[in-house]
């Protein structure tokens, strides 16, 4: 008789709601092991019983292949004496104060897309299908732990079919909270203004009316899209319009490789980011002969694109229907320039009725707003723009343990963050604190936040910059709490700092737009070195003057003047710059450069950018953020091009003065020298800086880690030319991968500052 062994196992990491404990049991049973395996606190938990070689290939197969959802981060296995138990159960789970994670929506799987396609099925073209392994999570979860009950599906009783897979543990819905089928589910409804069609009919009218040119507001899984023919020039314009957002480029999504392929060039790594479980919208390659309407992104050489990521958008899309859809759809939030994404149903139906022929709706409350994730590839790395659905709030690690804690982030793409002991939360993007209703939307999105980790903050850290709103809100919201004010740029260099697990000192390069600096002026060329507790500013471009105060960030002329007048270029109408304000806008500006007006300073390499875009006669004025800098890099040659001189002003800290780079650049105009070179020696100006700035800086301090992050640095050509030439002079170069380069990062870098503050101030 073989010997009976037992051994008693704890599986941490993302565990829970995925499939787990279904895998154990078919895993256990394959392998003729006795036992049972429940959810437990942070983990789950199993007993199993039986040979020992047995047990040994289970573990084997346990570690090796995971469901597609899970990720172990830890498994413990201890000795247990064998009790001659003879079956394995799925027993009751133990509850536990501890911290579960959250899960985050997930993206039709594969399975389920079969079965949307499958006449025998029973959830053939059910539009809100799903599984263990895909469907919304946390915009529908409203407590914890995710069962149904807490669920915007808990008004929905399941039918006898569905509660029969939900309580078989081999099925693929064991436990699938948000099971549904055309018997029992939510169902899908089209409202126009003189009436309402449902199911079938509902589908086959969106289709129709969307072939027709017509906009369509679509319930997603955390908000509303408004979506319309990609190729339609008059829909696509008059959407934009509508939206008031300027020339921000639209995000469309594809029906299928075919027609992705039409639209972009796409590489491996960008193809399989898009098929990922959280189906971001991924910034790729416009082809030129793409024939996408140009208004969908005006002066960009990228678009933003998606597959389908629930089965309604595939139903809404696909081929198979014997009413024409179009192949491509404009899909963008629904909601004006600066406002939240519409989530209420009676909302949506007031509002968009002036834009909106009509509105595609279904029954599923959306409990929690979660915009669509962006996100690009970077030397075939992920490189986030935008961390939402699919994402968030999935836990991440903090380098040293803290009480509970909330970090407030930045007032532009912010986002909130909230830690214990090593775990945090990242929020999903909430957008720009400029609004009321946004402002809204983040308080409640921390209430329900904490509710769903069972957090209370005992500590909150917040931007140093005294205007923030967020930083307001943190000393009005919480005025007993201790309140730690953070650096922006420090916060920058720690959030990727923290994202890689590095310790000690790095260089820290920090290029954005604006951030308040310790000085009180505008920082964002910063090169810090820095650790998580503190940095020191070792060098920083030289400031310049924003005549007109924020002005100057929307009409980039004025930063253009300014930089000529810093290289003492005299203002001459056949500059660009100074020939659009005209004479009358151009003598105020001057009289503000006089001795007797005092400009705000900036340091910002965002602002450069911007004054070399209007160098050029590129762009003078920008609709949205970052516009002269992607112009800038869409336009510039791809090829490897001589950098502008430029100087390092000695002192404390070096200033990196640019000067000389302007007068070159109005140079190589005056030579005729095409704006597509000038604009690729700048960017390799920027990169013999970093080398020149970082070289000087190992010499002096040892320091070979280098961080870049910032805004700036989802320009791919920056972030990727910098990388190689700092990596080729055996720089470690660790750029942002898990969270934004952008101030979304912000409030992770807070976090991590914080953990470090709160340990050395108990050491
Ligand atoms: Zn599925
Ligand atoms: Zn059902
Ligand atoms: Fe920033």
Same mark, same amino acid.
């Given at each position: 008789?073989?010997?009976?062994?037992?051994?008693?196992?704890?599986?941490?990491?993302?565990?829970?709601?995925?499939?787990?404990?279904?895998?154990?049991?078919?895993?256990?049973?394959?392998?003729?092991?006795?036992?049972?395996?429940?959810?437990?606190?942070?983990?789950?938990?199993?007993?199993?019983?039986?040979?020992?070689?047995?047990?040994?290939?289970?573990?084997?197969?346990?570690?090796?292949?995971?469901?597609?959802?899970?990720?172990?981060?830890?498994?413990?296995?201890?000795?247990?004496?064998? #009790?001659?138990?003879?079956?394995?159960?799925?027993?009751?789970?133990?509850?536990?104060?501890?911290?579960?994670?959250?899960?985050?929506?997930?993206?039709?799987?594969?399975?389920?897309?079969?079965?949307?396609?499958?006449?025998?099925? &029973?959830?053939?073209?059910?539009?809100?299908?799903?599984?263990?392994?895909?469907?919304?999570?946390?915009?529908?979860?409203?407590?914890?732990?995710?069962?149904?009950?807490?669920?915007?599906?808990?008004?929905?009783?399941?039918?006898?079919?569905?509660?029969?897979?939900?309580?078989?543990?081999?099925?693929?819905?064991?436990?699938?909270?948000?099971?549904?089928?055309?018997?029992?589910?939510?169902?899908?409804?089209?409202?126009?203004?003189?009436? &309402?069609?449902?199911?079938?009919?509902?589908? %086959?009218?969106?289709?129709?009316?969307?072939?027709?040119?017509?906009?369509?507001?679509?319930?997603?899984?955390?908000?509303?899209?408004?979506?319309?023919?990609?190729?339609?020039?008059?829909?696509?314009?008059?959407?934009?319009?509508?939206?008031?957002?300027?020339?921000?480029?639209?995000?469309?999504?594809?029906?299928?490789?075919?027609?992705?392929?039409?639209?972009?060039?796409?590489?491996?790594?960008?193809? &399989?980011?898009?098929?990922?479980?959280?189906?971001?919208?991924?910034?790729?390659?416009?082809?030129?002969?793409?024939?996408?309407?140009?208004?969908?992104?005006?002066?960009?050489?990228?678009?933003?694109?998606?597959?389908?990521?629930?089965?309604?958008?595939?139903?809404?899309?696909?081929?198979?229907?014997?009413?024409?859809?179009?192949?491509?759809?404009?899909?963008?939030?629904?909601?004006?320039?600066?406002?939240?994404?519409?989530?209420?149903?009676?909302?949506?139906?007031?509002?968009?009725?002036?834009?909106?022929? %009509?509105?595609?709706?279904?029954?599923?409350?959306?409990?929690?707003?979660?915009?669509?994730?962006?996100?690009?590839?970077?030397?075939?790395?992920?490189?986030?723009?935008?961390?939402?659905?699919?994402?968030?709030?999935?836990?991440?690690?903090?380098?040293?343990?803290?009480?509970?804690?909330?970090?407030?982030?930045?007032?532009?793409?912010?986002?909130?963050?909230?830690?214990?002991?090593?775990?945090?939360?990242?929020?999903?993007?909430?957008?720009?604190?400029?609004?009321?209703?946004?402002?809204?939307?983040?308080?409640?999105?921390?209430?329900?936040?904490?509710?769903?980790?069972?957090?209370?903050?005992?500590?909150?850290?917040?931007?140093?910059?005294?205007?923030?709103?967020? &930083?307001?809100?943190?000393?009005?919201?919480?005025?007993?709490?201790?309140?730690?004010?953070?650096?922006?740029?420090?916060?920058?260099?720690?959030?990727?700092?923290?994202?890689?697990?590095?310790?000690?000192?790095?260089?820290?390069?920090?290029?954005?737009?604006?951030?308040?600096?310790?000085?009180?002026?505008?920082?964002?060329?910063?090169?810090?070195?820095?650790?998580?507790?503190?940095?020191?500013?070792?060098?920083?471009?030289?400031?310049?003057?924003?005549?007109?105060?924020?002005?100057?960030?929307?009409?980039?002329?004025?930063?253009?003047?300014?930089?000529?007048?810093?290289?003492?270029?005299?203002?001459?109408?056949?500059?660009?710059?100074?020939?659009?304000?005209?004479?009358?806008?151009?003598?105020?500006?001057?009289?503000?450069?006089?001795?007797?007006?005092?400009?705000?300073?900036?340091?910002?390499?965002?602002?450069?950018?911007?004054?070399?875009?209007?160098?050029?006669?590129?762009?003078?004025?920008?609709?949205?953020? %970052?516009?002269?800098?992607?112009?800038?890099?869409?336009?510039?040659?791809?090829?490897?091009?001589?950098?502008?001189?430029?100087?390092?002003?000695?002192?404390?800290?070096?200033?990196?003065?640019?000067?000389?780079?302007?007068?070159?650049?109005?140079?190589?105009?005056?030579?005729?020298?095409?704006?597509?070179?000038? %604009?690729?020696?700048?960017?390799?100006?920027?990169? #013999?800086?970093?080398?020149?700035?970082?070289?000087?800086?190992?010499?002096?301090?040892?320091?070979?880690?280098?961080?870049?992050?910032?805004?700036?640095?989802?320009?791919?050509?920056?972030?990727?030319?910098?990388?190689?030439?700092?990596?080729?002079?055996?720089?470690?170069?660790?750029?942002?991968?898990?969270?934004?380069?952008?101030?979304?990062?912000?409030?992770?870098?807070?976090?991590?500052?914080?953990?470090?503050?709160?340990?050395?101030?108990?050491?």
């Amino acid at each position: 008789m073989i010997e009976r062994a037992a051994r008693f196992l704890i599986v941490e990491g993302v565990v829970q709601g995925v499939g787990f404990r279904p895998f154990v049991y078919r895993l256990a049973t394959r392998y003729g092991l006795a036992g049972w395996v429940r959810n437990a606190g942070t983990g789950v938990e199993a007993l199993v019983e039986g040979g020992n070689v047995q047990i040994d290939a289970f573990l084997a197969a346990l570690v090796a292949a995971p469901p597609p959802l899970a990720s172990i981060t830890d498994v413990r296995v201890a000795e247990e004496p064998a #009790a001659d138990i003879h079956t394995f159960a799925i027993v009751a789970s133990r509850s536990s104060a501890g911290i579960q994670p959250i899960p985050a929506d997930v993206a039709l799987c594969s399975d389920c897309r079969r079965e949307l396609d499958d006449p025998a099925d &029973r959830r053939y073209r059910y539009p809100l299908i799903n599984c263990t392994n895909c469907g919304p999570r946390y915009s529908i979860v409203n407590a914890m732990p995710y069962d149904r009950a807490h669920t915007a599906m808990q008004t929905f009783d399941m039918c006898t079919a569905c509660r029969a897979e939900y309580v078989d543990p081999l099925s693929r819905r064991f436990h699938a909270e948000p099971i549904a089928c055309h018997e029992c589910g939510p169902q899908l409804e089209v409202v126009e203004r003189n009436g &309402r069609q449902s199911g079938e009919a509902a589908l %086959a009218r969106a289709r129709r009316l969307l072939t027709n040119g017509a906009i369509v507001a679509l319930k997603g899984v955390g908000g509303y899209h408004l979506a319309c023919d990609a190729r339609n020039s008059d829909a696509v314009e008059r959407l934009r319009r509508w939206k008031r957002r300027g020339e921000k480029p639209l995000a469309i999504m594809v029906r299928d490789h075919t027609e992705l392929l039409h639209v972009a060039r796409v590489n491996d790594a960008e193809l &399989r980011l898009m098929e990922s479980s959280a189906h971001p919208i991924v910034l790729v390659e416009q082809h030129s002969r793409s024939s996408v309407a140009g208004a969908i992104n005006p002066g960009s050489s990228t678009i933003g694109v998606m597959f389908a990521y629930t089965g309604l958008h595939r139903l809404l899309i696909g081929a198979e229907s014997d009413v024409p859809a179009p192949a491509a759809l404009v899909m963008t939030s629904a909601n004006r320039s600066a406002e939240p994404t519409i989530t209420s149903d009676e909302l949506a139906l007031r509002t968009l009725v002036d834009i909106a022929d %009509a509105v595609l709706m279904h029954d599923r409350a959306i409990v929690t707003r979660v915009d669509d994730s962006v996100s690009q590839i970077i030397d075939g790395v992920e490189a986030p723009l935008r961390r939402a659905r699919g994402y968030a709030p999935l836990p991440m690690k903090l380098p040293f343990p803290v009480r509970p804690l909330l970090a407030c982030g930045a007032d532009m793409k912010s986002t909130f963050c909230l830690a214990t002991g090593t775990q945090v939360v990242l929020s999903s993007y909430v957008g720009d604190l400029e609004n009321y209703d946004v402002h809204c939307e983040y308080s409640t999105m921390i209430e329900r936040l904490c509710t769903l980790w069972r957090i209370e903050p005992e500590v909150v850290c917040h931007d140093l910059h005294p205007g923030y709103w967020s &930083r307001r809100f943190a000393e009005r919201a919480y005025p007993d709490l201790r309140r730690l004010a953070i650096q922006h740029h420090h916060a920058h260099v720690a959030s990727c700092m923290a994202e890689h697990g590095l310790n000690g000192s790095v260089i820290g390069i920090a290029f954005d737009g604006t951030g308040y600096g310790d000085d009180g002026r505008v920082w964002g060329g910063e090169f810090l070195v820095a650790d998580y507790a503190a940095y020191e500013r070792a060098a920083h471009f030289d400031y310049v003057p924003m005549y007109g105060g924020e002005l100057a960030i929307r009409e980039t002329w004025r930063m253009a003047l300014a930089y000529l007048r810093a290289a003492e270029i005299e203002w001459d109408e056949r500059l660009a710059p100074v020939r659009v304000p005209g004479p009358a806008q151009r003598q105020v500006v001057a009289v503000q450069a006089g001795a007797h007006f005092t400009a705000p300073l900036t340091s910002s390499v965002g602002r450069l950018f911007d004054a070399v875009a209007s160098l050029l006669d590129l762009r003078h004025v920008v609709t949205y953020d %970052a516009q002269a800098a992607i112009e800038l890099e869409a336009l510039a040659d791809a090829g490897a091009c001589a950098p502008y001189d430029f100087l390092i002003a000695e002192g404390e800290p070096w200033r990196v003065d640019v000067r000389p780079t302007i007068r070159a650049i109005v140079d190589d105009r005056d030579r005729g020298t095409s704006a597509a070179t000038i %604009a690729a020696r700048f960017h390799a100006t920027l990169v #013999a800086i970093i080398v020149h700035v970082c070289s000087r800086l190992r010499t002096e301090r040892g320091l070979n880690d280098v961080v870049l992050t910032g805004g700036v640095f989802q320009n791919r050509k920056l972030a990727s030319s910098a990388a190689r030439a700092l990596a080729s002079r055996h720089f470690a170069v660790y750029r942002h991968r898990a969270v934004p380069a952008n101030d979304g990062g912000i409030s992770y870098g807070q976090a991590a500052i914080a953990s470090a503050r709160l340990r050395s101030a108990l050491g």
